[in-house]
């Protein structure tokens, strides 16, 4: 169980796949600009990374590797991942109109979130039992989440600061999230 819990953790802080593998970065920059949308996109990414991991698993165990089709994986998780997508972006759609308008075009955009299928396949390339790649996607759909919320909060503090114009815009969201990274790095130790 305790190494469980060393994977859940060292994806959710240590390898953070936002802050220290660079994955994800599209919504990263993309859905921060509001604290609510971030915690919406980082929810919706979080069922998505963990379902289609954990489906992914036993796709890739149960049918292609018997089939001696392991070559495919890539191919067959896109499709996976997909599916799970649209799953999703159906539901949402069905129950919280206001949170499917408020997510836009970024909930489709979940699809190619590099971040979902790394996880796939480094869980793969691991050779992660089911339950160790549950754990493993769980830490780090929350490290997404988790660093998705900060940075959202984190801008919109930064909104009523006064920043120097040369700093203004894209530059200060680089440098903040150069800044994030190494509080993370703090992380690393953890464990040893």
């Excluded at 660079?22 to 963990?50: D, H, K, N, S, W």
């Excluded at 191919?75 to 799970?84: C, K, L, Q, S, Y």
């Excluded at 919280?96 to 480094?122: E, F, H, K, W």
Aim: glycine share 8%.
């Amino acid at each position: 169980m305790g190494e469980l819990i060393s994977l859940l953790f060292g994806a959710l802080l240590v390898n953070n796949f936002v802050l220290a593998q660079f994955l994800g970065l599209c919504p990263f920059f993309g859905t921060t600009r509001q604290y609510e949308t971030a915690l919406a996109m980082g929810l919706a990414t979080t069922f998505v990374l963990t379902f289609s991991a954990s489906l992914c698993h036993v796709v890739y165990h149960q049918v292609l590797v018997p089939l001696d089709l392991d070559y495919l994986r890539i191919v067959v998780f896109i499709v996976v991942i997909a599916t799970a997508v649209e799953l999703t972006e159906r539901y949402i759609k069905a129950t919280s109109r206001q949170l499917y308008q408020l997510l836009g075009i970024y909930l489709p955009l979940i699809t190619t979130n590099c971040a979902v299928l790394g996880v796939a396949l480094l869980a793969i390339q691991r050779e992660l039992s089911f339950v160790a790649t549950l754990f493993f996607a769980i830490g780090a759909a929350l490290g997404f989440s988790l660093v998705l919320t900060l940075f959202a909060a984190l801008r919109e503090r930064l909104e009523h600061a006064e920043v120097p114009a040369a700093m203004q815009g894209t530059p200060l969201m680089l440098v903040s999230a150069g800044i994030l990274s190494l509080a993370f790095l703090g992380f690393t130790g953890m464990g040893h």
